[in-house]
Nanobody, 133 residues
């Protein structure tokens, strides 16, 4: 069973930074794509960034480009999302999700995670980021 645990959220002032972590348990880490999403109160879930664990290829949505950076540490089975230049509108619960790349091309897998997030097989519980003005 895939278990994902997101952590690192908290309260930060506008302009500040946070680093979120997503630890994966119960998987062969290199066989997965990991992505970050967020959901603000009253809004739909939004994709942010994804990474192919095997080779580190990254994908960013327009929301995340320029301010958020995704990375991974395969020795720790952990994916990070560095949030910089935070704004009050970044306040949301941030989730990580995982999908195996053994069934399809990894880039197709990652792209599909963002196009059809409801079909993603594994989700973590989320970590709350609150940005004060």
């Amino acid at each position: 069973e895939v278990q994902l645990q997101a952590s690192g959220g908290g309260l930060v002032q506008a302009g500040g930074s946070l680093r979120l972590s997503c630890s994966a348990i119960g998987i062969t880490f290199d066989d997965y794509a990991i992505a970050w999403f967020r959901q603000a109160p009253g809004k739909e879930r939004e994709g942010l960034a994804g990474i192919i664990a095997n080779d580190g290829r990254q994908y960013y949505t327009d929301t995340a480009k320029g301010r958020f950076t995704i990375s991974r540490d395969n020795t720790l089975n952990t994916v990070y999302l560095q949030l910089s230049g935070l704004k009050p509108e970044d306040t949301a619960v941030y989730y990580c999700a995982a999908e195996t790349t053994r069934l399809r091309d990894p880039e197709i897998t990652l792209g599909t995670m963002f196009r059809v997030p409801n079909a993603v097989s594994s989700w973590g519980r989320g970590t709350l980021v609150t940005v004060s003005s």
